[in-house]
């Protein structure tokens, strides 16, 4: 009887619950590295080489654990599994449930001749039944509650013990001071970053193979950069990335956290997303080590209690509401949009708008952009373009090097794009040229006018904006918080507005067409 773990490539922890529940001697532990995805989504280099490497890394950290470890390099993962079931004698397998929906659908599928056990995750810190045990009872979700639920729950941050337990400082929420435009100059700390070793670099010949096959074959080549690749890719880095951001950027996160410098692509950030999404650190652990070295530094609450609420209220918060809204979600399109992406998108880069050619330009060099810019410039720019909601959370599932189903799902149908009205954000995230001018470096390098509407030197996002806020008038008032901004479009000459709509459809075309 040889008990089987299959370890998936966001599950890379020695805590994690289905390598809790054996004893290495009676066990052994498969991770494969399938090609095959490739065929469904074409990732961004650095995320593929970010994810094999990391596997091959905790294959060697299981080892040194006691584990026996078998690693597959093939391209169906569905082969790799069956081939192994029959070499190594596996009579169960047991799996930690996957945070993504399609894993553990398409493990189903497989119908492996084995007994299969899914071992509850104990990857996040709200389980899937106690989100939902908390959801039944409000109407209305908003992160708001839950964040001062996990608050308390896990004793964060608060003073006082039991039912008197308030929030340290007396708010919970510091929002309002972390929304600083960047002022002239600034600059943030270095970041943190590595060499890659001899199993990166392994790793990143193989990508160069990968991309041979797909030139001989006729595809299109991966997006993105292979090189420099400077992730980290073995729990040790990802602590020390913790680390760093402790020493160098915590007690600065707060003031600048929306801003968006051009040159400046990491500012006060803490990066550790691409490291809890993979499983190298644990929400919890990031938590609880933020919360003691930030009270022990006496760093401004405002930012600590930012960054904190970014793991405990907001990736726990999409998580949950991810598996609480159900597979229907993903396919919502509640502005019917259904305009193609443009091809400066795929080709990172190339649109002819400053701010948009400087996070797909950070993006193609490393697959990361802070949540500033994904959502006030590449989803802001989808839901007033009218982008197609599923092509845009494909693209940005592809493209992010800590992207995954579960965060895209609700970060960009939800969060970005308002598709699934409603039920994610209490208003659509829509904003012109004005905010990107006030938070950011860009428009002052950039060819548009962020002052005009409409005319060829009309900043785009300004034509989009109000031709969006025109072509869904009707349903936008309905929304009390949209109240303001309906107001403003209603007192806009009907001439005028006619030409900034000329303008936003003129951009679509060119886009269409790819000029
Ligand atoms: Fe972007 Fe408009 Fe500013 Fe140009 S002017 S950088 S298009 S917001």
Known sequence: MTIGIWVLGDQLNLAQSALASADPAAARVLLVESTSVLQRRAYHRQKLVLVWSAMRHFASELRTAGWRVDLAERESFGAAVRDWIASAGISELRVMEPADRGFREAIEALRLPLP?????????????????????????????????????????????????????????????????????????????????????????LKLQRIDQERAESGLPPLPGELEPFRWAVNREQALAVLEHFIVTRLAGFGPFQDAMVSGEPTLWHAL??????????????????????????????????????????WREYTHGLYHWFGADYPALNHFGADQPLPQSFEQLGGSGLNCLDSVLEELRSNGYAHHIQRLMVLANYGLIAGLDPQALTAWFHRMFIDGHDWVMQTNVIGMGLFADG?????????????????MSTYCKGCSFDVKQRHGPKACPFNSLYWDFLARHAESLRRNPRMGLVIKQLDKLPAEELDQIRASASNHLQCCAAGR
């Open 116 to 204: 299969l056990h899914w071992i509850t995750s104990n990857a996040f810190l709200w389980s899937r039944e106690e989100f939902a045990a908390w959801a039944q009872g409000y109407k209305q979700l908003r992160l708001e509650l839950f964040y001062r639920e996990g608050r308390r729950r896990f004793g964060v941050l608060m003073e006082g013990e039991g039912k008197n337990a308030q929030p340290l400082g007396g708010q919970w929420n510091f929002d309002a001071e972390n929304r600083k435009p960047p002022p002239k100059g600034l600059r943030g700390p270095e970041a943190l970053w590595f060499e890659p070793d001899a199993i990166t670099q392994s790793v990143m």
């Open 272 to 313: 550790l997303s691409p490291y809890l999404n993979l499983g190298l650190l644990h929400p919890l652990e990031v938590i609880r080590r933020l919360e003691q070295a930030g009270l022990q530094q006496q760093v401004p609450l405002a930012g600590l209690e930012g960054v904190i609420r970014q793991i405990l209220g």
């Open 422 to 438: 409603g039920r994610l954000a209490s208003k659509p995230y829509a904003a012109s040229g004005n905010y990107i001018n006030r």
